[in-house]
Each structure stands twice: as C-alpha cells, then as structure tokens.
C-alpha cells in the first residue's frame, strides 16, 4: 500500500513543477512585454534614424505588445522627415521627402526576435488606420543620379516581409518645396498582398508586380484638390485591381471654385474654365507589372460614357503672354515623364460645350456639339512603340449645334517635333440663320437668307500654322452687319449692303456655271494662341475665301 501513495506524490509534485514552471513563464512573459513595451520604441526609433542616416525620425503615442500572438499596436505614430536639408538632399538627387501620421497601427504575426537579433521585419497582417501620408517635392527636375522611390525601397539594406497591409481613410498631400503648392487627395483605401522590400526585392520572380504580388487600390467619395485651388475632382467610387488588371470610376466631375462670372472677375489671367461630369470610366488591360516594374503604362482599351464637358471663356480677360503653342496636345504628351500607351480609347455619347463671351457684345457666343463619338488609336508616348508607329488616328462624329452632322479625323505624328497633325471633315446642310446663334454675339454678323449644303476641309498643320483646303458650298447667302455700340445688336444698313453687293459672293458654286471656290492657302498662327484657336482660326481662313472674300 505505501507504494502507490509515494506514486501519487511524485505524480502531485510533478504537477506541481509543471504549473510553477508555466506560472514563472507567464510571468517572464508578461514581465518581457513590459520591458519590450518599454525598449522597442527606442530600438526603432534609434533604427529609423540609423537606416535614413538621421533624415527620419518616429514618435509614439502609446505601443502595446502581445507576445502570444505576435501583435504589435502603436497608437499615434508619426514618422518626421528632415525638411531642413533640403538644399543639401537636393545636391546628393533625393528628390522627395515623406511624413506620416496616423491614428493606428497594429501589426500581428510580428516576429520580434528576428527584429531584435536580426534587424529582419516579418509579419503577417499590418493595418494602418487613417493615414495621413505628406510627400515634399524637392526638386522638380530628376537629377541623373537621384533615386525614385520604387529604387528607395529597394536600396534598405535590412529585410522586410509583410503577408497582407491595408491602409483605410488615406489622405494624400503633396508639397512643392519651391513653389509652396499643395494638393491633396483623400478618401482612399489600399490593399497589398506579400510584400517584399530590402534584400528581398533583389529576389523577384516574372510573376510579382514589383515589390508586391497584388494590390488593390480603392475608395468611395475620393475627393482631390488641384494645386492652385481651382478645381476640386470627386469621385464617387473608384477601383484599381490587379486581380482582373482593370480600373472603374463612377461619377467623376471636375468642379471649378467659382462661376463663370467670378472666374472673369478673380483670376489675373485668361484662363479657359472646365466643368465636367462622367457618369463612367472603364479601363481593361492594365499592365500593372510593368507599370511598378519599369514604370510604363500600358492598357488595351479606355471606355468613357455619356459626359458633359463645358468650357468657358471670356475675350475680354486680359491674356498672358505665354508660348501656348509649347503645349500643343502631342507636344504636351511627349513631355510627359511617364510612358503611356492605350490601344483603344473610345468616348461614346458625349456632350461638349464651349462658351465665349466676346465684350464688344456683352453676349456668349455657344458652339456645342451633341452625341460626339470618338475612337483614338495607338495612343502612345513610348518611344519604342513610336518607332514602330508614330501616329495617334482619330475619329469623330457628332451632331454640330445639335443638327448637321459632322464627320472628322484627326491624326497626330507623335515623333515630331513640331507637333505635326492633320484634320479632315465634313459638315452636313443647314439654313444660313440656323449659325446665327453663334454669328452674332462671336462675329456680330447675321444671316438673313441662305442655305449652306456642306462644308468640306482637309487642313495639315504644325504649331507655326497650317496649309488649307477648304470648300463651304451654299445658296442665296445674305448677311447683316451688327452694330453693339448701344448695348443692343442693331443692323448696320449701309455696310451691310456694301458687304452683300461687292464682298460677299451670294451662291458657291455661282450660278454663271463656275466651279466651285476652292481655299487653297497657308495659315501663319501666332505662337501665343492655343491649339484649337489653331483649329478654328486655319478653318475660318479658308471659309472667307469660299465667300468670296480675299485670301488671308
């Protein structure tokens, strides 16, 4: 009988130990978070500051550490660049600077001993909530040595391996260290699966999308500021993903800060003020690999539905004297940093508007065009895809003023550099009046009686002018010429009579059997006018000639 009893001790006591030893080790524990708690913030503050060469720096506001499961929670974070080396970052081509704050991170599956040890970072879930991300622009210009931030990232010597990241509620600020303008984007979530940056990055494979395998970028009522606080974008739902390589907007409009009388009346400048609404924009095809891995940007095709664009613009604003032909739309394209090529780019059922107030009037001329349809081709700033094939085809058709019809194309040779393009078209019959909702407040001109059959253009052209071939055939023409003087358009009857009998020619073709007038003319444009007052104004040259008119 003593036996089993001298067992059943041993077996108590060996309990015994075993809870001691857990009791000592959930003491240890609890003892080691505490001091974790206590030393970590310091261990990464003292390796932001080593990593960056004293260029960053973090603050906490409250950290709490959970060894079981390998969490890690940091309440008020704020990561603080070194503006104050600006001139100095600028020298050595470091071109941008970035500050964050945000109100929560928690990091779980954190492994704090190979942290410690091996100054390695791995985990497997990182939330950052309401992130406030800062970027300071150095410099504007890349300096042949400086470094983007993809090679940045790339260069940390330490590894870095993180499973999942979402980032919530981002707000995005850029800062123009020179020019002191800012922008802001807000309302933006984004997730990233399998990250990898330090030396693993070295170590990719064809299949991940640079420093990461897949992203989602996403958001609802994103909202973006222009940096001269003009326009405000809004979108109420945007989605960027990897998995279908895609990106959709709903409800995308450009709203300007003020109405078309205060834009006359705030800004220094004339500058032509935008208003525009689409409903939806789709894009398929994302190469997203190549665009984090090399930084081109490619897709198959950009679908745009059903918008409203108003553009408005008031002669009488005083005009700054500036090179606009510099940005001609394939001059501007060429310009542009990043690669972009498009395959296909159709808008479909678009409504344009332009509005001109012309002050000797008061009146606004209107010029829209109604259900535009258009289809662009290989729309390219790549430069080894333009050697393959330098040119950007368009067509368009629409509805002009909502009634004739109107047919053209527009090509643009992305390889020259004086903006070289060409634009043909034709434009259906109409009565004379029907134009003068737009003759009389742009013109202060008035068509009494008349038929225009057609209108017909082949124009090629470059930013110092364009050579024109136009034919505008009509019938029984009569004209008035307006007088706005006092404050209302009144008729002016004597030089509408002379205009009638000695300028303008009544019928093209005339009704002794002649052939038609044909314009055949160079257009000298002046270098401080825009590319569709290029448009317009070669197109305009040669009708006065179809009227009969001496040639420009």
């Keep these: ?45 003292s390796a932001i500051s080593k990593e960056s060469e004293g260029l960053y720096r973090i603050h906490f506001g409250y950290t709490k550490v959970n060894l079981w499961r390998g969490q890690f929670i940091v309440k008020n974070i704020h990561l603080i660049p070194d503006t104050a080396r600006n001139g100095r970052l600028k020298k050595e081509g470091q071109t941008t600077l970035f500050e964050l704050k945000a109100k929560y991170i928690s990091i779980a599956g954190f492994k704090l001993l190979k942290l410690l040890w091996h100054k390695e970072i791995n985990a497997s879930d990182v939330i950052v909530s309401q992130p406030i991300i800062i970027q300071y622009k150095i410099s504007s210009k890349t300096e042949k040595n400086g470094k983007n931030i993809r090679q940045q990232l790339r260069a940390i010597k330490n590894k870095i391996v993180i499973k999942k990241i979402t980032l919530s509620g981002i707000q995005y600020r850029t800062i123009d260290m020179q020019s002191k303008k800012e922008t802001w984007l807000k309302n933006i979530n984004f997730h990233a699966s399998n990250i990898k940056l330090g030396r693993w990055a070295k170590q990719q494979d064809s299949t991940r999308l640079g420093l990461v395998e897949s992203f989602r970028f996403y958001g609802k009522k994103v909202i973006y500021l222009s940096n001269d606080e003009l ?12 998995e279908k390589n895609t990106l959709a907007i709903d409800s995308f409009s450009v709203v300007p800060k003020y109405t078309e009388k205060q834009w006359s009346k705030t800004l220094k400048y004339k500058r032509d003020r935008y208003d525009m609404f689409f409903p939806k924009i789709e894009a398929s095809g994302l190469d997203l690999k190549r665009w984090l891995d090399e930084g081109c940007l490619k897709m198959d095709s950009l679908v745009v539905n059903q918008a409203i664009i108003r553009v408005y613009a008031d002669k009488g604003m005083r005009e700054k004297k500036t090179i606009a032909s510099n940005n001609f739309p394939s001059l501007a394209f060429q310009r542009l940093k990043v690669p972009i090529t498009i395959n296909n780019i159709h808008i479909r059922n678009t409504d344009v508007y332009y509005k001109e107030l012309n002050p000797k009037s008061g009146r606004a001329g209107l010029v829209f065009f109604n259900n535009l349809n258009v289809h662009l081709q290989h729309v390219s700033n790549d430069s080894l895809q333009l050697k393959q094939n330098p040119w950007i085809k368009g067509s368009f058709s629409t509805f002009f003023l909502g009634k004739p019809k109107l047919t053209l194309n527009v090509d643009f040779n992305m390889l020259d550099t004086l903006g070289a393009f060409h634009y043909r078209g034709v434009l259906g019959g109409a009565p004379a009046s029907f134009y003068n909702q737009l003759l009389e407040p742009i013109t202060l001109a008035r068509a009494e009686k008349g038929y225009v059959n057609s209108v017909r ?12 071939e136009t034919e505008m055939l009509y019938n029984d023409l009569k004209v008035a010429v307006l007088d706005a003087s ?44 825009t590319f569709f007052n290029l448009m317009w104004k070669a197109l305009y040259s040669g009708l006065k000639v179809n009227l009969g008119l001496p040639e420009i």
Excluded: C
């Excluded at 253009?457 to 024109?468: L, Q």
């Excluded at 303008?504 to 055949?520: F, L, Q, T, V, Y």
């Design 1 to 45: 009988m003593p036996e089993p009893i001298k067992g059943k001790r041993r077996g108590t006591k060996g309990w015994l130990w075993v809870g001691f030893a857990l009791l000592v080790f959930l003491i240890s524990a609890l003892i080691a978070e505490q001091i974790i708690e206590d030393k970590l913030p310091k261990r990464l503050q």
């Design 231 to 242: 326009y405000k974008l809004q979108l109420a739902r945007l989605d960027i993903s990897t």
């Design 486 to 529: 006092s404050g209302k358009l009144e008729k002016k009857g004597f030089l509408s009579l002379f205009i009638n009998w000695l300028a303008i020619e009544a019928n093209n073709p005339s009704k002794d059997g002649k052939p038609p007038r044909i314009a055949r003319h160079y257009y000298k444009h002046p270098q401080e006018k």
């Design 457 to 468: 253009f082949n124009i090629t052209a470059n930013r110092y002018g364009a050579n024109v």
